[in-house]
């Protein structure tokens, strides 16, 4: 996958409506985990939002993987975003 050069990475500590502590989860439309949310992939040319940056552990390790941007609900609560439309995670190249 290639990934737009002009894109900027913003850290979730960056964002105001994203707390600093905040450990979120991002979930498929189909309630897979797709990783912990760690960032944004944002197009600031254009000002929207490309992908959601995740956080994978396993016994690999760790890994970042982009997450295609559909909208999704937070729930604050439980520390979950839930999106509303299929979205694979990719691994950035």
């Known amino acids: ?12 500590q960056d964002v105001d409506n994203v707390s600093v502590d905040a450990d979120v989860t991002v979930r498929s439309a189909d309630g897979f985990e797709l990783g ?16 959601y940056v995740v ?5 690999w ?9 559909v909208p999704g609900c937070l729930d604050a609560e439980h ?6 439309h299929d979205a694979k995670a990719q691994p950035p190249s």
Do not use: C, N, Q, W
């Open 1 to 12: 996958m290639r990934i737009d050069e002009s894109l900027r990475y913003v850290a979730t």
């Open 61 to 69: 390790g760790m890994k970042l993987g982009l997450v295609p941007f």
């Open 79 to 84: 520390g979950v975003l839930r999106l509303l």
């Open 55 to 59: 956080t994978r552990f396993g016994e």
């Open 36 to 51: 912990r949310l760690d960032g944004f992939m944002v197009d600031p040319d254009h000002r929207t939002l490309r992908y």
